[in-house]
């Protein structure tokens, strides 16, 4: 396995200054649908990532769910590592019993809202038989997911010297990191693929075991839940995170007028240079309020789109010899105010289509994909995914209008004669001029 930590080069910045003055180590704010990236500091600067390690481990359990290998109500029986953790209430948790059995369900609800990190463990001990086991999984669900900036060491996010000398991989005071980048493209891929995960992360307060005599009442440490002391409208996921080496982390979403963002923030700091555990939730909220204010999804081009100067193609062997060619969809996109007009569209044509003089040959249906169309930037740096794949979210197949039918031999015959006689003319016109 190998795995980047680093600086990313070439990489064009959306905002080269701090345009919001967000106090943390890093930061950025992208579009949950596209992944373009709206705002960026130190974006692919590795840092500690705490308990937001566990959108990674909600990944994985979430498609071990789906893919019946894991059942909600299935039970967990607690082994000697996970009760020695889950007993440390100076870490976040819910209290296991030695001897009790819990369903996967309320160990995924512990793991969500309260952060329970011997509720972690368990589910990564369910899933792939150890906690080591489970980090295996992890870096390969990374790269697989396209992520570069990432290194864990375990399923929780706690440094490895809270884990009761059985740390799972890497050295005793080792935890895991990750870019902001890479931290915002896996709450992408989470959020996309298992939209679900919001109903839990959104809750915002809920009772484990209640009813029994370890009941506790669960406070969902995102306090930028509407209900909770620093309640954002539309807030509903989904990860914060503290250690003392990652300091105070979150990776939050939030969702107004069909536009979600997903914003993180690492590190972050007062504007006295403190930190405290409101400061991330502050931070989080300059960004929003960025992205809410200043940004809208607009339609740049509209359906049945044809470029100024290449509406048509031409074609070979067809009983026309031109077909005309539009976008099959529009195509938006969230943008800044105002901005519109810094986008151009830029036709591709599709060249295993296209012979060496650059025709369509017929038979052509209509309908058919010749190509695509997306969109570029006019200005340099000002239109930035999260990865290569998110460019994809910008463009729309283009086809054929309509339907160019094949050219009977005799015509084709009679146009091949033609060309002949009209170069031969084209030919001996031409050594005739040269005689005078």
Not at 139 to 155: I, M, P, Q, R, T
Not at 175 to 201: C, G, H, Q, W, Y
Not at 318 to 343: H, L, P, Q, T, W
Request: aromatic content about 10%; some cysteine.
């Amino acid at each position: 396995m190998v795995m980047i930590l680093g600086l990313l080069p070439g990489i064009h910045k959306a905002h080269a200054e701090d345009i919001l003055n967000i106090n943390a180590d890093a930061a950025i704010l992208v579009d949950a649908e596209t992944g373009k990236i709206l705002y960026q500091k130190n974006a692919d600067k590795v840092l500690g990532i705490a308990s937001m390690t566990k959108m990674m481990t909600e990944y994985l359990l979430l498609e071990a769910v789906e893919k019946g290998k894991v059942k909600w109500d299935q039970e967990y029986a607690v082994s000697e590592y996970v009760w020695k953790v889950s007993q440390d209430r100076a870490l976040s948790n819910v209290p296991l019993r030695r001897d009790g059995k819990y369903n996967i369900r309320e160990l995924y609800e512990a793991m969500a809202i309260y952060s329970a990190n011997g509720a972690t463990i368990a589910i990564a001990e369910t899933i792939a038989g150890s906690e080591t086991n489970f980090v295996k999984m992890m870096n390969e669900k990374a790269a697989e997911l396209g992520l570069k900036d990432y290194k864990f060491v375990n399923s929780s996010g706690l440094n490895n010297r809270d884990l009761k000398g059985s740390p799972p991989a890497g050295g005793p005071e080792e935890e895991n990191v990750m870019s902001a980048r890479d931290t915002a493209m896996l709450a992408k891929e989470l959020i996309n693929r298992f939209p679900e995960v919001l109903e839990t992360a959104s809750t915002p307060r809920k009772t484990f075991r209640e009813g029994t005599d370890d009941e506790i009442k669960m406070e969902n440490w995102n306090w930028m839940l509407p209900e909770l002391v620093y309640g954002y409208e539309g807030a509903d996921g989904l990860k914060t995170g503290t250690t003392d080496f990652a300091g105070y982390c979150f990776t939050g979403t939030a969702l107004r007028d069909g536009n979600r963002y997903i914003s993180v923030v690492m590190n972050a700091k007062g504007a006295n240079g403190q930190a405290t555990y409101k400061s991330r939730f502050d931070e989080t909220k300059k960004m929003f309020d960025f992205g809410f204010t200043n940004f809208t999804k607009e339609e740049i081009v509209p359906a049945k789109y044809q470029v100024k100067g290449q509406k048509t193609v031409p074609v070979t062997k067809g009983k026309e010899d031109k077909v005309k060619i539009f976008s099959k969809d529009a195509i938006e996109m969230v943008m800044r105010n105002g901005e519109k007009e810094n986008f151009k569209p830029v036709l591709v044509l599709d060249k295993k289509k296209l012979n060496e003089n650059g025709e369509l040959t017929a038979p052509i249906k209509k309908g058919e994909k010749v190509g695509y169309l997306t969109i570029e930037s006019k200005e340099d740096g000002k239109l930035e995914f999260l990865s290569d794949k998110g460019k994809g979210n910008i463009q729309v197949d283009v086809v054929a209008a309509e339907s160019v039918e094949k050219a009977n031999w005799f015509v084709l015959t009679m146009r091949s004669i033609g060309g002949f006689f009209g170069d031969l003319w084209g030919s001996v016109s031409s050594t005739v001029k040269g005689w005078f």
